[in-house]
């Protein structure tokens, strides 16, 4: 998972103007818990059910869920990319994104008009309103009961001291996107990635050497140190990150040095955040262990391991991109591409094992793709709430995200058509209330 995601960033650079006025209109939405931002005093709680379990949504009935135990609490989890044009990014297309001037200071306040997000600045806008969220984007997260999200901060649109010089950022973006989920009690684990030193310009090539926005380790970890200062001062409740990058174990070529090279950006910006924030918990590489072509990512583990990249010097935890087959395999059958192996819990097992450690991990993309995966949207509901239980199942793995809740059929190459909860018309499909029905009332 994630391969079109890599591609597409250079794409997004160009675009992000082109798009500012390209918008479509949102296709309705059934009734839900959620209420706009300017609406929801900040310590209301929007994750009660309110929606009929039978009713037609978007003109397709949708069968009343079964009852099931009570779920983890904020164990779902969701991308909620601020960079990029819609539909990659959660921002209203439509709207005009400016900063507010002068840029608010931290406040022990986030909210009301004298908060850091809300307050107005002498240019006429808060950080809240200067970039507007897209309603129908959050409001989706927030209905299905997500409680935490993957939001990368990005190297290509946030720093700016490559370009104007040390001191210069734009954090409206990021801001805004965090104002919005902590509005509704959904916390942002901040995704820190090296940028387009890692990623291939050109779709099934390695083409790695385009625009290396941090040309060193020491680069990258001073960028890290400093979204890990701006978290502190602004959003403590903010506390877990991932690094170095998205699925770095598909291309590590794209990694100056390769493995090593990975393993010198990890604990560079390891030892950054760390510094700043004792406390963090930061998860690793982001590893890719879905595909016919899916890289051994516990032999990648390994690798690190043994280069010194290891918990306590690169991360705590490990993030994890898994879907399992469906049905899920029995206990004992190996994790792909061993012998005779395939998608199940031992793959989990399998990266515990690289990693020389009984850490903590977090699922940080899964998704199901209709025929690829499974035949047809009711099994696909199904195979996602089989999934969602056997992660919680284990205590010691922190959360799981499904990766497009709204990005259906968006992707260049089709790789995630089919695999949305909500699809490009706005349905909202079986599988959504699958998770809401799991997750959106949980303790």
Same mark, same amino acid.
């Given at each position: 998972?994630?391969?079109?995601?890599?591609?597409?960033?250079?794409?997004?650079?160009?675009?992000?103007?082109?798009?500012?006025?390209?918008?479509?209109?949102?296709?309705?939405?059934?009734s839900s818990t959620y209420?706009?931002?300017?609406?929801?005093?900040?310590?209301?709680?929007?994750?009660?059910?309110?929606?009929?379990?039978?009713?037609?949504?978007?003109?397709?009935?949708?069968?009343?869920?079964?009852?099931?135990a009570p779920a983890r609490?904020?164990?779902?989890?969701?991308?909620?990319?601020?960079?990029?044009?819609?539909?990659?990014?959660?921002?209203?297309?439509?709207?005009?994104?400016?900063?507010?001037?002068?840029?608010?200071?931290?406040?022990?306040?986030?909210?009301?008009?004298?908060?850091?997000?809300?307050?107005?600045?002498?240019?006429?806008?808060?950080?809240?309103?200067?970039?507007?969220?897209?309603?129908?984007?959050?409001?989706?997260?927030?209905?299905?009961?997500?409680?935490?999200?993957?939001?990368?901060?990005?190297?290509?649109?946030?720093?700016?001291?490559?370009?104007?010089?040390?001191?210069?950022?734009?954090?409206?973006?990021?801001?805004?996107?965090?104002?919005?989920?902590?509005?509704?009690?959904?916390?942002?684990?901040?995704?820190?990635?090296?940028?387009?030193?890692?990623?291939?310009?050109?779709? #099934?090539?390695?083409?790695? %050497?385009? /625009?290396?926005?941090?040309?060193? $380790? @020491?680069?990258?970890?001073?960028?890290?140190? +400093? =979204?890990?200062?701006?978290?502190?001062?602004?959003?403590?409740?903010?506390?877990?990150?991932?690094?170095?990058?998205?699925?770095?174990?598909?291309?590590?070529?794209?990694?100056?040095?390769?493995?090593?090279?990975?393993?010198?950006?990890?604990?560079?910006?390891?030892?950054?955040?760390?510094?700043?924030?004792?406390?963090?918990?930061?998860?690793?590489?982001?590893?890719?262990?879905?595909?016919?072509?899916?890289?051994?990512?516990?032999?990648?583990?390994?690798?690190?391991?043994?280069?010194?990249?290891?918990?306590?010097?690169?991360?705590?935890?490990?993030?994890?991109?898994?879907?399992?087959?469906?049905?899920?395999?029995?206990?004992?059958?190996?994790?792909?591409?061993?012998?005779?192996?395939?998608? #199940?819990?031992?793959?989990? %097992?399998? /990266?515990?094992?690289?990693?020389? $450690? @009984?850490?903590?991990?977090?699922?940080?993309? +899964? =998704?199901?793709?209709?025929?690829?995966?499974?035949?047809?949207?009711?099994?696909?509901?199904?195979?996602?709430?089989?999934?969602?239980?056997?992660?919680?199942?284990?205590?010691?793995?922190?959360?799981?995200?499904?990766?497009?809740?709204?990005?259906?059929?968006?992707?260049?190459?089709?790789?995630?058509?089919?695999?949305?909860?909500?699809?490009?018309?706005?349905?909202?499909?079986?599988?959504?209330?699958?998770?809401?029905?799991?997750?959106?009332?949980?303790?």
């Amino acid at each position: 998972m994630g391969k079109p995601y890599t591609i597409v960033i250079i794409f997004w650079a160009i675009c992000l103007t082109a798009c500012a006025s390209c918008g479509v209109a949102p296709a309705s939405q059934p009734s839900s818990t959620y209420t706009p931002d300017d609406q929801v005093p900040a310590s209301t709680s929007v994750f009660g059910v309110t929606a009929s379990t039978s009713s037609f949504i978007s003109g397709v009935a949708t069968a009343a869920p079964t009852v099931l135990a009570p779920a983890r609490r904020a164990f779902l989890g969701a991308f909620f990319r601020p960079e990029g044009p819609t539909p990659y990014g959660v921002f209203l297309a439509s709207a005009a994104q400016t900063a507010p001037e002068p840029y608010p200071s931290p406040s022990s306040v986030l909210f009301g008009s004298k908060g850091y997000c809300d307050a107005i600045a002498a240019n006429g806008v808060s950080i809240s309103s200067g970039y507007r969220v897209d309603p129908v984007k959050l409001s989706n997260v927030v209905d299905l009961g997500v409680g935490w999200t993957r939001t990368p901060v990005s190297a290509m649109f946030d720093d700016l001291s490559q370009i104007y010089g040390a001191g210069h950022y734009n954090f409206a973006d990021l801001d805004s996107a965090q104002c919005a989920l902590l509005r509704h009690h959904i916390t942002p684990l901040i995704a820190l990635e090296a940028g387009p030193v890692q990623y291939n310009s050109i779709a #099934g090539r390695i083409s790695p %050497a385009v /625009i290396q926005h941090y040309k060193t $380790a @020491a680069d990258f970890g001073r960028w890290c140190s +400093t =979204v890990a200062a701006h978290e502190v001062a602004r959003f403590p409740a903010v506390t877990r990150y991932s690094l170095p990058g998205n699925e770095v174990n598909s291309y590590p070529q794209s990694f100056p040095g390769g493995e090593a090279g990975i393993a010198a950006y990890s604990e560079a910006c390891y030892q950054a955040v760390k510094a700043v924030q004792p406390r963090s918990t930061i998860y690793g590489f982001e590893l890719n262990m879905d595909g016919a072509l899916n890289p051994f990512a516990s032999v990648f583990v390994e690798k690190l391991y043994a280069l010194g990249c290891r918990v306590g010097t690169c991360y705590d935890g490990l993030s994890i991109h898994l879907s399992l087959r469906y049905p899920i395999p029995a206990a004992a059958v190996p994790c792909y591409p061993s012998p005779k192996g395939d998608y #199940g819990m031992q793959c989990v %097992a399998s /990266i515990r094992s690289a990693a020389h $450690a @009984a850490i903590h991990l977090i699922i940080g993309e +899964t =998704v199901y793709v209709v025929p690829g995966s499974v035949p047809d949207e009711t099994a696909k509901a199904k195979a996602v709430a089989a999934e969602f239980r056997a992660f919680e199942a284990d205590s010691s793995i922190d959360g799981a995200l499904y990766a497009n809740v709204d990005e259906c059929a968006v992707y260049p190459s089709g790789y995630f058509i089919g695999g949305c909860l909500v699809n490009t018309s706005g349905m909202r499909l079986p599988a959504f209330f699958a998770l809401r029905n799991m997750f959106a009332s949980s303790p």
